[in-house]
């Protein structure tokens, strides 16, 4: 059976795991993303490889990451909280290092393929997959593929306006981030609470609300039903399957429940409206993004099996 050696590049970690063709996980590991030159940085991955070699035979390095991936190119564009990996050649430098093909997608696309995979996903072909973080962002799945746009912008979800409003003359709007992310959560209870955000996070804010705070459960309400008003347009400009959500909030158990219940509202509102999205939590959390890395690596060099 063939193994692979798969990485999640993130601002904090570098997450690891050898993983068979199946998707299974053979062993799992991270280290600390230092802020440092490029040469560091290669010669840690370097490292886990080398590791991995002596105990399997690799096949390939498959590798998820933050930034605007080039996937054929092999260069991540953008900018991230690892600046050093903007720009090398992440198949000409890990590729000629260890004479293994190297594959890369971008973070929140291989979150989407994982979970299309094996996760909440599986068994549809059209998804929308969302991450509900400090900001939003996420992915659009067509066809089983990943839709990244003419400017490589699909799924930035959170750029969407939702809330425009034309007072004497002026214009304000607010995008779906600065009405629904976490951060936006922790805002609107600071206000109301004249604490400073610092001071907050969205454990706080929903132990405030279980406490019977007032402030703290009318801004999870207003942040419920911001998340449910973006999910319906993307259910009628998409019209996707299943709309999956991740992000550390969505491990709550009520997450969905609650954005239904918004839905519902909404649905009744909108009689015109009858198709009812379909949305799930994300299955594999933090391992979604190592699964569809692989999962990217075996699609682009047809090699995925049916299981």
Same mark, same amino acid.
């Given at each position: 059976?063939?193994?692979? *050696? %798969?990485? @999640?590049?993130?601002?904090?970690?570098?997450? +690891?795991?050898?993983?068979? =063709?199946? /998707?299974?996980? !053979?062993?799992?590991?991270?280290?600390?993303?230092?802020?440092?030159?490029?040469?560091?940085?290669?010669?840690?991955?370097?490292?886990?490889?080398?590791?991995?070699?002596?105990?399997?035979?690799?096949?390939?390095?498959?590798?998820?990451?933050?930034?605007?991936?080039?996937?054929?190119?092999?260069?991540?564009?953008?900018?991230?909280?690892?600046?050093?990996?903007?720009?090398?050649?992440?198949?000409?430098?890990?590729?000629?290092?260890?004479?293994?093909?190297?594959?890369?997608?971008?973070?929140?696309?291989?979150?989407?393929?994982?979970?299309?995979?094996?996760?909440?996903?599986?068994?549809?072909?059209?998804?929308?997959?969302?991450?509900?973080?400090?900001?939003?962002?996420?992915? *659009? %799945?067509? @066809?089983?593929?990943?839709?990244?746009?003419? +400017?490589?912008?699909?799924? =930035?979800? /959170?750029?969407? !306006?939702?809330?425009?409003?034309?007072?004497?003359?002026?214009?304000?709007?607010?995008?779906?981030?600065?009405?629904?992310?976490?951060?936006?959560?922790?805002?609107?209870?600071?206000?109301?609470?004249?604490?400073?955000?610092?001071?907050?996070?969205?454990?706080?804010?929903?132990?405030?609300?279980?406490?019977?705070?007032?402030?703290?459960?009318?801004?999870?309400?207003?942040?419920?039903?911001?998340?449910?008003?973006?999910?319906?347009?993307?259910?009628?400009?998409?019209?996707?399957?299943?709309?999956?959500?991740?992000?550390?909030?969505?491990?709550?158990?009520?997450?969905?429940?609650?954005?239904?219940?918004?839905?519902?509202?909404?649905?009744?509102?909108?009689?015109?409206?009858?198709?009812?999205?379909?949305?799930?939590?994300?299955?594999?959390?933090?391992?979604?993004?190592?699964?569809?890395?692989?999962?990217?690596?075996?699609?682009?060099?047809?090699?995925?099996?049916?299981?």
């Amino acid at each position: 059976m063939r193994c692979f *050696i %798969v990485f @999640d590049i993130g601002g904090t970690y570098v997450k +690891h795991a050898v993983m068979n =063709e199946h /998707g299974d996980f !053979l062993e799992k590991g991270r280290y600390r993303s230092e802020r440092h030159a490029f040469r560091q940085f290669r010669d840690d991955l370097l490292k886990v490889v080398r590791q991995a070699q002596a105990h399997y035979e690799l096949s390939g390095i498959a590798i998820s990451s933050a930034g605007s991936v080039d996937s054929e190119s092999g260069v991540i564009g953008g900018s991230s909280a690892l600046p050093c990996i903007h720009g090398p050649n992440f198949k000409e430098v890990f590729g000629g290092e260890t004479g293994l093909p190297v594959e890369l997608e971008n973070d929140a696309n291989c979150a989407a393929l994982g979970e299309l995979w094996k996760g909440a996903g599986r068994g549809c072909r059209d998804i929308a997959f969302v991450i509900v973080g400090t900001g939003i962002g996420g992915a *659009i %799945v067509k @066809d089983g593929r990943i839709h990244k746009g003419a +400017h490589l912008h699909g799924g =930035e979800f /959170g750029y969407m !306006l939702m809330d425009v409003r034309y007072t004497n003359g002026t214009i304000e709007c607010k995008t779906w981030s600065e009405l629904a992310a976490t951060s936006a959560l922790i805002r609107m209870v600071a206000r109301e609470k004249g604490r400073p955000e610092t001071e907050l996070d969205g454990e706080t804010v929903f132990a405030l609300a279980e406490g019977g705070d007032e402030a703290a459960q009318n801004a999870i309400d207003r942040f419920y039903f911001s998340l449910a008003h973006g999910i319906f347009n993307l259910q009628y400009a998409y019209d996707p399957e299943k709309i999956i959500l991740g992000g550390a909030i969505s491990n709550r158990p009520d997450f969905v429940d609650e954005i239904n219940k918004r839905l519902s509202t909404l649905l009744s509102l909108v009689p015109i409206a009858k198709v009812r999205p379909v949305v799930a939590a994300c299955q594999f959390k933090n391992d979604a993004n190592l699964l569809g890395a692989l999962y990217h690596y075996l699609e682009r060099r047809g090699e995925l099996t049916s299981s």
